[in-house]
């Protein structure tokens, strides 16, 4: 056996040795926090009229849905959708203890009530909102903006109100953080409106217009008229010493035909009666975007949320989005934006509703499907997307996967310190997707290798007193539970038939002293798996 830390005080090493036992070993460990109640009757029928859409459209194109997906196999789209990252065995164990009704819909809420969702959540439209460059040094942080909109999405404000600050407000971006989406927009002396009336179409109404920038539209009705109104609106903001005010002035730009400067008054490209007749520029066009009538803005955060959650957009592209149907024929984007709306631009209430959904729950195989049946089956969501895990779920995971408590908020001060560094590090190396984080990439080589040659992976899988690795292989009872425990672990399931025997061979072959390098080979081998990478 390896030398383990002979230094550490027994009562230490005892101490953490059973720690690791109990959580490993026994499964009716109290859950940290208490269950929410039981879903409303709200929720039920929201689902219930998307699930009949949803089964209507399946009927018309004569496609058979998949089966629903097993509870373990949900647990963990919940847990990388809304946290980043696997549930751990300590989760897993208490889930599979769970025998109340609802179960699914109980642990969603205590997902989204846990500040890890609030945490990663902020983080994921952080960059729709001001993308991933660092901005201008001084007047943009990034770590406030984040703050604020993790505090937003925990306390469930509603989310028409969180854009209308975003838009409009006014001060410091250290005290009033949602001004940071303007300051990001910050090029030398000057605010660049351009920017940010570009970014205000795509991150609110799902529609990209910057090439109207230079000339209409090509494919749109877009024009370049309409987007100098929407600049125009950004045209009177200034820098102070209190920080971003608006500053009543006129907006010239030099027109490109004539070279002449003139002037460009504030206008939308759409329902100007929307448009309030008091208040700043920004604070009208505030209004405008998250107007009560303005199915754009509803349209995009739901299509936009719903790929946040599957991975891939319902609507693709995520930010070039048709106009709105007819009122007379809604979509499924207009059934979940019309109770989003209803529901006071509830996220958790959206999130919830399209988690519950025969979509979300559906299994990712269709027994006896080819590949242009399962490509029939995804274009109307009747079957759950392969998606790969976006880098920081990987690297989210793969720390999970190495630690048998829950990695969060309570965990010890040193643990998290460890967890940002090493994700941090290990994003520059694997490769950060950028601001266009639902257009679908394919895995590269060296990302594998990053995964299989890495001395991250190999660090953290190597067995310990400390880690799942030493305490699966020297906790658990059998052989057929060390091997169950180290699948649960990294892929959130149990083993086959002959998975678990194959790998209970080995153990048995086993020596003592070779026991846990085989424990180790197998975490090593399970987290380089295609199925770990992949949502499913």
């Not at 631009?345 to 559906?362: D, V």
């Amino acid at each position: 056996m390896k030398v383990r830390a002979a230094l550490i005080p027994i009562a230490v090493v005892a101490g953490v040795t059973l720690l690791v036992a109990a959580a490993a070993r026994d499964p009716l460990r109290q859950p940290r926090r208490s269950s929410p109640a039981n879903v409303t009757p709200t929720l039920s029928s929201a689902v219930a009229t998307v699930d009949d859409y949803l089964n209507q459209s399946w009927t018309d194109a004569n496609i058979a849905p998949a089966e629903p997906a097993d509870d373990l196999q949900i647990l963990r789209r919940l847990s990388l959708a809304l946290h980043g990252t696997i549930p751990s065995l300590e989760e897993i164990r208490q889930f599979q203890t769970d025998t109340q009704p609802d179960k699914l819909r109980r642990w969603t809420r205590r997902l989204l009530d846990d500040l890890r969702f609030a945490d990663y959540f902020a983080q994921r439209l952080a960059r729709v909102y001001v993308g991933v460059d660092e901005g201008p040094f001084i007047i943009f942080r990034r770590d406030r903006l984040t703050d604020w909109l993790s505090s937003r999405l925990q306390a469930d404000h509603p989310y028409d109100e969180t854009v209308r600050h975003l838009i409009a407000e006014t001060g410091l971006w250290t005290g009033a953080p949602a001004v940071n989406f303007v300051t990001s927009a910050r090029i030398d002396e000057d605010f660049d409106e351009n920017k940010l009336a570009g970014r205000t179409v795509r991150a609110f109404l799902g529609q990209r217009i910057d090439c109207a920038q230079c000339h209409d539209h090509p494919f749109r009705d877009w024009t370049q008229d309409q987007f100098e109104g929407l600049a125009a609106h950004f045209g009177q903001v200034s820098l102070s010493p209190f920080g971003v005010e608006d500053k009543p002035q006129e907006y010239t730009i030099q027109d490109r035909e004539t070279l002449e400067d003139r002037t460009v008054a504030p206008s939308v490209p759409f329902s100007p009666t929307w448009l309030p007749t008091a208040g700043t520029s920004r604070g009208q066009l505030a209004a405008w975007l998250t107007h009560p009538e303005n199915r754009r803005f509803r349209r995009a955060t739901v299509n936009r949320v719903w790929g946040l959650l599957f991975g891939r957009a319902y609507l693709r592209p995520v930010d070039d989005l048709d106009d709105p149907p007819p009122t007379a024929t809604p979509d499924l984007l207009d059934l979940l934006a019309d109770d989003f709306a209803a529901q006071n631009y509830s996220i958790k209430h959206l999130i919830e509703t399209i988690t519950a959904t025969q979509a979300f729950r559906a299994a990712s195989t269709i027994d006896g499907g080819d590949d242009k049946s399962l490509a029939a089956a995804e274009s109307k969501s009747a079957i759950f997307p392969l998606v790969r895990l976006r880098p920081e779920q990987v690297i989210g995971a793969i720390l999970q996967a190495a630690s048998v408590q829950t990695i969060d908020r309570n965990s010890h001060l040193l643990v998290r310190t460890i967890r940002l560094i090493r994700e941090g590090d290990f994003i520059r190396e694997y490769g950060d997707l950028g601001s266009d984080e639902l257009q679908e990439r394919g895995g590269t080589i060296p990302q594998r290798l990053v995964l299989m040659n890495g001395d991250l992976v190999r660090e953290l899988m190597e067995s310990n007193l400390f880690n799942s690795v030493g305490g699966t292989a020297t906790m658990a009872p059998t052989d057929e539970q060390c091997i169950e425990t180290a699948f649960l672990i990294c892929l959130t399931r149990k083993p086959t038939p002959p998975e678990s025997a194959h790998f209970v061979a080995q153990l048995q072959d086993s020596t003592d002293e070779s026991r846990e390098q085989v424990v180790e080979d197998l975490f090593w081998s399970l987290l380089n798996t295609t199925e770990f990478s992949w949502n499913h």
